[in-house]
């Protein structure tokens, strides 16, 4: 069996969510390549450095043009060498416009469906158009969440049979940090230990990050003595709509800070020496910043939408994230050593559910079942 994918999400240097959820599994699939099980993975732009390393059993083809690559370089490809995978897998919604061998799709998320506000129309348009199409030609579709599922379902109208969850995998965090690495890091984003509330996500509206900041503001007023002590880190590269959680009359405020994209380092080091972080997203296909959190053993306050309870369990605390009472009372909670103490313990014991290992066994036993069909 030869398995075609797409690598594009991948093949980058700044990787959050779809990026780092297919570059975990290239890693996987390259390690597990044998005879009986080849991969072939298409790219528009050769392999960075820290892409998997080509094998007998795992290799590249890079081809174009990278514009339109997907419906005119990739789907013509295919068309031209038919024989050159038995099956091809999307990682990340999007197919090549025509397949000639049974496509396997995962969906991580159906956000656009569900806020297209938040999204631009362009964008809306592709996301919505091109998933809908491939989740009609997928001979399988992967979930990343019961509640993907439950979406693609009712909003696609698909046949949940041809639906398997597959969650996501999760890396812990290598050995901790030096000191003195640590205190560098505090002391560039200007906090200290347990000095401030983390939160993590790309900017865009459905974050929710304009309701953070307000409940903040709340939050201070509410406990001036806390607050002044604790200081809103929001971690995250800009995104859809940015500029309007950037123009928040609050964030010129010196207790609010934005530190852009960091490194896996420098979030470790910011989840492990916080207080606590908060996750108040609307909507999540899957929502791996909750077990990253974990992991670090940071005490988690998420809300109670779409996918996080079923994937923080009763490792969190949940909140309306249209309520800033609900949000003030849990924090409150939250302030509590044995609350914190106990949902560290949770939380730490819940990440060991999650793996890359499991996520590519159960992903790879879906494709094979579709090419024995």
Not at 99 to 126: N, Q, S, W
Not at 133 to 152: F, G, L, Q, W, Y
Request: positive net charge; contains cysteine; charged residues 25%.
């Amino acid at each position: 069996m030869i398995i075609g994918v797409d690598g594009n999400e991948a093949n980058i240097q700044m990787r959050v969510g779809v990026n780092e959820y297919l570059f975990r599994l290239l890693h996987e699939f390259a390690q597990t390549a044998h005879s009986e099980q080849e991969f072939v993975v298409f790219l528009k732009n050769e392999p960075l450095s820290e892409m998997p390393a080509p094998s007998e059993y795992f290799r590249y083809i890079v081809i174009g043009p990278s514009r339109l690559w997907l419906h005119l370089g990739l789907t013509r490809y295919l068309a031209l060498h038919p024989n050159v995978c038995d099956v091809f897998f999307a990682p990340a919604h999007y197919s090549p416009l025509i397949c000639p061998v049974p496509l396997v799709v995962t969906i991580h998320d159906l956000a656009y469906e569900m806020f297209p506000d938040d999204f631009l129309k362009k964008d809306r348009y592709k996301l919505s158009d091109w998933t809908k199409r491939s989740v009609k030609k997928a001979r399988a579709v992967i979930a990343v969440s019961e509640n993907t599922k439950k979406d693609i379902t009712q909003i696609y109208h698909t046949n949940e049979q041809k639906i398997r969850v597959v969650y996501n995998g999760f890396t812990p965090p290598k050995k901790e940090a030096s000191t003195t690495v640590v205190t560098d890091v505090l002391k560039k984003v200007g906090v200290e230990t347990n000095g401030y509330i983390v939160a993590l996500g790309t900017l865009q509206p459905r974050k929710n990050i304009t309701f953070l900041i307000d409940a903040y503001q709340q939050l201070r007023k509410q406990d001036a003595q806390f607050a002044a002590s604790h200081k809103l880190v929001i971690i995250g590269k800009q995104g859809w709509k940015y500029k309007k959680i950037l123009s928040s009359k609050y964030t010129k405020d010196k207790t609010i800070i934005f530190t852009g994209y960091v490194s896996d380092l420098e979030k470790n080091i910011l989840l492990r020496q916080a207080h606590s972080f908060v996750f108040p997203s609307l909507y999540e296909g899957f929502g791996i910043p909750l077990l990253e959190a974990m992991a670090n053993r940071c005490p988690v306050l998420c809300s109670n939408t779409s996918s996080m309870s079923e994937i923080g369990v009763d490792a969190c605390l949940y909140f309306d994230p249209t309520s800033q009472q609900s949000f003030l009372k849990q924090f409150n909670a939250l302030k509590n050593k044995k609350v914190r103490s106990k949902l560290i313990r949770k939380g730490a014991n819940r990440t060991h559910d999650f793996s890359w290992s499991k996520c590519s066994k159960e992903t790879l036993q879906v494709i094979s079942k579709v090419v024995k069909k």
